[in-house]
């Protein structure tokens, strides 16, 4: 899902916003199953700088942590 969603980011940045949310980080992540699912289903090491869990995370901390909508 999350790939889609950047990749929606990617086609229509004008439209398309992405905050971070407060599961967005590496230990709630791992707590909730994401690092294991990446384990099963990609057959990589969750611990390893260079999986896709890891890199995912890196990017939630360059996600905005809040947005102003309609002056708000």
Known sequence: MI????AL?????EHIFLL????DDVKVNRL????????IRLNENPH????IYSKINKVFE????AAVVENK
Not at 32 to 39: M, Q, R, Y
Request: net charge positive; glycine share 6%.
């Open 62 to 65: 360059y996600l905005p942590l």
């Open 20 to 23: 971070r949310g407060n599961h």
């Open 48 to 51: 390893d700088k260079s999986s």
């Open 9 to 13: 980011k990617l086609k229509y940045h």
């Open 3 to 6: 790939c889609l969603l950047f």
């Open 32 to 39: 909730f199953g994401f690092a294991e699912e990446c384990f």
